[in-house]
């Protein structure tokens, strides 16, 4: 296990606020122990609001008040530099923030200061963490855009000069112009029409394999976890419920959630109705008991609604928290082939 | 809106501080309605009293119970704030709605004039028209010049506001159901501009009540109708800081700044109940 | 460039159409009103001292000539802008006979260098000290000058002008409080005289710069903090930019785009300020020469010192506009 690039033991992260000497705790994070490997897309999925945004700030470092992590750890292992962000001052973050440890954010459109040239804006991020100054900074940043088919000239641009798929490279190349180890994509499919989403995806997928590094994909769309991740993790109510190989979770479900998520895809040719999730995500200030999915899972007995399940194998490498995944298998849809579209 | 105001009230302290100053400020002008004595006639009282308990406010050199007679001013300058606010709203509403909606030659030609509106400084056309109708010029009168030239900056926002409406899915909706542009802009654009136009008259009135406080101060309105601005232009007149009747100007002074911060505060506590990001930011961390 | 170049002439074409209509509505204001100039100026001038009969007929005839009131409107209209074109709007009556042009060009620069200075102290220290407070939103001394200013933004320029009047002229007499330079030195190129010019300015400054400063203080405080919500900004903290080159090149320089339109729409007023700030102080320029002119009844040279301040200030906002490019590249695209 020490070879693996994250790892998150027993997470715990809260938002504490203060409204006029009134404390109100949201539970955003609750006991997350997950992995991510070396030269791997891990896909998160889940709702929103179930916490998946929360925990992907923790892993990239970027906890504000009145975010707080309770307990726990999340440890990087990058080459010859362990970091635990939990415990990090504030000058080991910055040794590996976007030298090592990077971010796409959603909406590629405005992460670019629109009074700045693309080429200042990549001096200011590049700079520091590459060491580099000048010609040779300017040498790096043409090669690296080379790379995703962007000439020198966009160095001279300001964003609103630049096509919308132009721009959306630019934000990659900003993301992995220091070729990081660890890449968090946020949502940066989300909000593009289909045919720019494919192009991104196939983009940051290109550029993975090529540098070798670690990408945890965040979306709600499962459809595009078909098409990038080599395992998805699932997170409901601040809760990791299930994760595994991709296919798997696709084929062969193990938690409720799970297989209402996959059964809600659309497939070619399917007319059929499908039934909605009843209820609606819980308030995260005060979570039910038990099994969180308890109030709106279809399988749910008085075992769910008094305790919680814990997160145990039940495959090669397939792990689900849930006290009757031997009865899911009835609820999951025939099966499609998904990914086969990519 | 009774639920916004104890929002307001609540949680805002800035708008409660502000409610409270302007509150004071009204009902001490109120209490001229109870007035005992007419503030035009002069030398009813002792000259150059200093505030004591029979004269709360002391009196001035003309003899004048400053205590009552500050009272009438602050009536007479609040009412010509609130006719200057009213009659700059119907204008501003009118023309950032017409320009926004209809856009076209329509708004380029009312936004020209909303240029020159904001260009030419009105202290100069102010003094232009006192020139030309010395005390002619009375409270009516001159709030309704004040009126024509403090529209231009809001209208230019509710315009704004307008044009982003424009587009907005439920525009459509009234369009193509076949409602007049009458109809759509005063029942389903209006409500939208409403908060901007109470916030934008808060400000308005701190501009053309410090405007005829000028005006009055230097003697270019009818200086026998008693308000804040002809108060200071008496007190000028008598040396009022060189004899020691400093009462006659500070008094005056002190309560026209308390109106000023108190509308200023309910204008930018309005402001940003209307911006809802600025809102969010008070409520989190 | 030709982007640029278009912009520029749209500009100056807007610029003169503003121009014209202030001042034809100077104009208007002045010749619409039932008050004939000609008697009443006869009346100003021979009230003060005893006139022969003959004399005020003369003066009359002189009046009535050089204002052109028997003429219909229209006409005097047209000579008003050929005369104006020309630079010559008459004598003035309270410096008789000094033309009025005249009295104009000589305060024009007194006004120009105190609002000139005063803008530029109030818009960048404000914006700067604004800036700062809407990123460093914990900063103790930041948020005292927020409420300071808070409580000094909406007090008129007369008010502050007055209380500085009182302080520095009756409380603590420090500082000259009255004329633009002293008595007793000679208007020229020497260091006693800028000294003296500069120790006249300060008050009015100090007034000016208070009551403006609030205005660019609160607002870009509102500004930044939504600029510091915008995504470019989150992105960058994230990427671990160094917080200086942020709070430069991301935060204020944005922040910046919608107070230089805020400083070009609100000149008139701040115009307006001076002019109100010199009265108070004695000050030689525009201001105080309307206010003597009014006071003096003098036709010709408050419609001079009226058209000159619209032109004046609409020259101001032309500057400002055309800097706007400069700050936000997406306008040249346009």
């Known amino acids: ?62 906890i504000r008040p009145p975010l707080r992590i309770i307990e726990g750890s999340v440890r990087y292992n990058f080459d010859g530099l362990s970091v635990d962000v939990a415990q990090a001052g504030k000058a080991q973050i910055e040794a590996i923030r976007w030298r090592h440890l990077s971010y796409i954010m959603q909406g590629s459109m405005s992460v670019l200061n629109p009074v700045r040239r693309i080429g200042r804006i990549f001096e200011d991020y590049a700079s520091r963490p590459l060491e580099l100054t000048g010609e040779a900074l300017r040498e790096r940043v043409v090669a690296h855009l080379g790379r995703l088919k962007l000439g020198p000239e966009v160095l001279s ?29 946020d ?98 200030a005060e979570p039910p008991s038990g099994c969180r999915f308890n109030p709106r899972c279809p399988l749910a007995v008085d075992k769910c609604r008094q305790e919680a399940p814990p997160l145990e194998t039940v495959a090669p490498d397939h792990r689900t928290a849930c006290w009757r995944w031997r009865d899911v298998a009835p609820l999951v849809q025939p099966a499609v082939k998904l990914w086969e579209r990519a | 809106m009774f639920a916004v105001l104890r929002d307001l009230i609540r949680y805002n302290i800035e708008f409660a501080v502000g409610l409270v ?38 009196t001035n050199s003309r003899g004048q119970d400053m205590f009552w007679n500050l009272s009438f ?157 002809t108060t200071l232009y008496w007190a000028n007149n008598h040396s009022a800081m060189v004899v020691g009747t400093w009462w006659w100007l500070v008094i005056p002074v002190v309560l026209i700044v308390i109106t000023f911060i108190g509308l200023f505060l309910l204008a930018v506590s309005l402001n940003e109940y209307i911006d809802p990001r600025s809102r969010l930011r008070r409520m989190g961390a | 460039m030709t982007g640029y170049l278009s912009f520029v002439l749209k500009r100056v074409v807007q610029l003169i159409g503003v121009i014209a209509a202030g001042v034809s509505a100077s104009f208007f204001i002045t010749h619409l009103s039932p008050i004939n100039p ?27 000539e050089l204002y052109g009131t028997d003429e219909p409107l229209l006409v005097q209209f047209a000579s008003f802008w050929g005369r104006l074109l020309q630079g010559d709007l008459g004598p003035s009556l309270i410096a008789f006979p000094t033309p009025a042009m005249d009295l104009v060009m000589r305060a024009l620069p007194w006004t120009a260098c105190l609002l000139v200075v005063t803008v530029l102290i109030t818009w960048v220290v404000g914006n700067l000290l604004g800036g700062l407070a809407g990123y460093y939103q914990n900063n103790r001394f930041l948020k005292a000058f927020g409420i300071v200013t808070m409580g000094l933004q909406p007090v008129p320029y007369y008010i502050v002008a007055f209380i500085l009047l009182i302080i520095f002229g009756f409380l603590w007499p420090v500082l000259p409080i009255s004329g633009g330079f002293a008595m007793n030195v000679r208007m020229g190129w020497s260091w006693e005289f800028a000294f003296s010019v500069l120790q006249h300015a300060i008050l009015p400054a100090t007034s000016l710069v208070l009551v403006g400063i609030g205005t660019w203080f609160l607002g870009m405080r509102a500004l930044v903090s939504n600029v510091v919500t915008e995504d470019y900004v989150t992105y960058a903290e994230l990427a671990g930019v160094r917080p200086g080159r942020i709070v430069r090149s ?29 009265e108070v102080f004695n000050y030689p320029g525009l201001g105080s020469l309307l206010i003597d002119a009014v006071n003096g009844g003098d036709y010709g040279l408050v419609l001079a010192v009226s058209s000159v301040s619209i032109a004046a200030v609409g020259v101001a906002i032309l500057v400002v506009d055309l800097l706007y490019p400069v700050l936000d590249p997406r306008v040249k695209a346009e």
């Open chain 3, 38 to 64: 000609v008697d009443q100026a006869v009346d100003r001038i021979t009230a003060r001292s005893g006139f022969r009969p003959d004399a005020i007929a003369e003066l009359r005839a002189a009046l009535t």
């Open chain 1, 187 to 284: 949502e940066p499919t989300t909000a593009l029409d289909v045919v720019v989403q494919k192009e991104v995806l196939g983009l940051i997928r290109e550029i993975q394999q090529e540098m070798g590094s670690s990408v945890v994909f965040v979306t709600h769309d499962m459809s595009v976890h078909a098409n990038i991740a080599d395992r998805v993790g699932i997170i409901y109510a601040g809760r990791l419920v299930e994760e595994g190989p991709t296919r798997q979770m696709f084929f062969a479900p193990k938690h409720p959630y799970t297989a209402h998520l996959v059964a809600s895809l659309p497939r070619i040719g399917d007319t059929m109705q499908r039934p909605a999730l009843e209820g609606r995500p819980p308030n995260l």
């Open chain 2, 21 to 58: 100053l302007v509150g004071i400020i009204v009902l001490y002008a109120c209490l001229s309605f109870f007035s005992p004595v007419d503030p035009t006639q002069i030398y009813l009282s002792i000259p150059d009293q200093p505030p004591s308990a029979q004269y709360w406010f002391g």
């Open chain 2, 73 to 229: 001013a602050f009536r007479n300058t609040l009412i010509f704030g609130l006719i200057v606010a009213a009659i700059s709203r119907v204008i501003s509403i009118t023309v950032g709605l017409l320009s926004g909606y209809l856009g076209g030659w329509v708004d380029r030609v009312l936004m020209f004039i909303n240029d020159i509106f904001v260009a030419v400084p009105s202290f100069p056309v102010l003094v232009l028209f006192y020139f030309v109708l010395r005390s002619g010029l009375n409270t009516y009168s001159l709030a309704a010049v004040m009126a024509v030239l403090g529209w231009a900056y809001d209208a230019r926002l509710i315009r704004s506001v307008t044009l982003s409406l424009k587009h907005r899915e439920f525009t459509l909706h009234a369009r193509y159901s076949g409602m007049s542009t009458p109809k759509i802009l005063l029942q389903e654009h209006l409500p939208y501009v409403m908060p901007i136009i109470f916030a934008t008259a808060m400000a308005n009135m701190i501009w053309s009540i410090g405007m005829e406080v000028t005006l009055a101060v230097l003697g270019f309105t009818n200086i026998n109708i008693p308000t804040v601005g």
């Open chain 1, 1 to 62: 296990m020490s070879e693996d690039l994250l790892t998150v033991q027993g997470l715990q992260a809260y938002y504490q606020m203060n409204y006029f000497g009134v404390r109100r705790e949201v539970r955003a994070v609750e006991d997350i122990t997950m992995s991510v490997r070396r030269n791997e897309v891990y896909g998160i999925a889940g709702e929103s609001s179930s916490g998946k945004t929360s925990f992907i700030k923790v892993l990239a470092a970027a």
């Open chain 1, 157 to 185: 641009a300001y964003p609103h000069e630049l096509s919308g798929g132009m721009r959306q490279r630019v934000t990659i190349g900003l993301a992995t112009v220091c070729h990081p180890q660890f890449i968090i994509a």
């Open chain 3, 250 to 278: 991301y935060v204020l320089r944005n922040a910046m785009i919608p107070q230089l339109t805020g400083l070009a729409m609100s000149l008139g007023g701040i115009f307006s300020g001076t002019v109100i700030t010199e």
